[in-house]
T-cell receptor, first 115, second 117 residues
């Protein structure tokens, strides 16, 4: 099976712009989670989607949003970009995610740079 | 709320020497525990996990971790490291009683393991 794919791999934006990142989970996986990785804050949970519904949410401002489509693919959007949004954004998928016992498989990430 | 502490940001070690990467957590509820590894320019890969049962869990590449509830620790060990083990290692916890289910991992800040010849 193909792994989790994320597009684009690299992105450069300027402050104030918005950006959309895409994640395709492993075939058959229905849960998709997003994480932000920065040198200062480490890995932080953004949100999780399951069956097109946001099931869990981290402590990020409303500028960060996401959605999931019927084929389980997910997108996250960041509006009004700030310099501090520069990070590696990781997507992870799991089968059902009914509980955290499901193994999460991570994609390679999207490196976002905000200038 | 949960938190994970990885006190060692970097651990240098010679090849074939043993290594221990420390992880302590804080939580008011029961948790599941995980170790992930991240190689340069790659995503995270699950190394091993503790859900229940035996407190000693092993990975296929020789790593092991022991869950110690009284010390709230989940240290990662390997008796003999290889150059290819050079990577960043992250300890993570999740709430085993998450309302509504689902995935929500809380990560430590990571430990960079550098294996030298």
């Amino acid at each position: 099976k193909a792994g989790v794919t994320q597009t684009p791999r690299y992105l450069i934006k300027t402050r104030g712009q918005q950006v959309t990142l895409s994640c395709s989970p492993i075939s058959g996986h229905r849960s998709v989670s997003w994480y932000q990785q920065t040198p200062g804050q480490g890995l932080q949970f953004l949100f999780e989607y399951f069956s097109e519904t946001q099931r869990n949410k981290g402590n990020f401002p409303g500028r960060f949003s996401g959605r999931q489509f019927s084929n389980s693919r997910s997108e996250m959007n960041v509006s009004t970009l700030e310099l501090g949004d520069s990070a590696l954004y990781l997507c992870a998928s799991s089968l059902e995610g009914v509980s955290s016992t499901d193994t999460q498989y991570f994609g390679p990430g999207t490196r976002l740079t905000v200038l | 709320a949960q938190s994970v502490t990885q006190l060692d940001s970097q651990v240098p070690v010679f090849e074939e020497a043993p290594v221990e990467l420390r992880c302590n957590y804080s939580s008011s509820v029961s948790v599941y525990l995980f170790w992930y590894v991240q190689y340069p320019n790659q995503g995270l890969q699950l190394l091993l996990k503790y859900l229940s049962g035996s407190t000693l869990v092993e990975s296929i590449n020789g790593f092991e971790a022991e869950f110690n509830k009284s010390q709230t620790s989940f240290h990662l060990r390997k008796p003999s490291v290889h150059i290819s083990d050079t990577a960043e290692y992250f300890c993570a916890v999740s709430d085993s009683e998450l309302t509504g289910g689902g995935n929500k991992l809380t990560f430590g800040t990571g430990t960079q393991l550098k294996v030298e010849l």
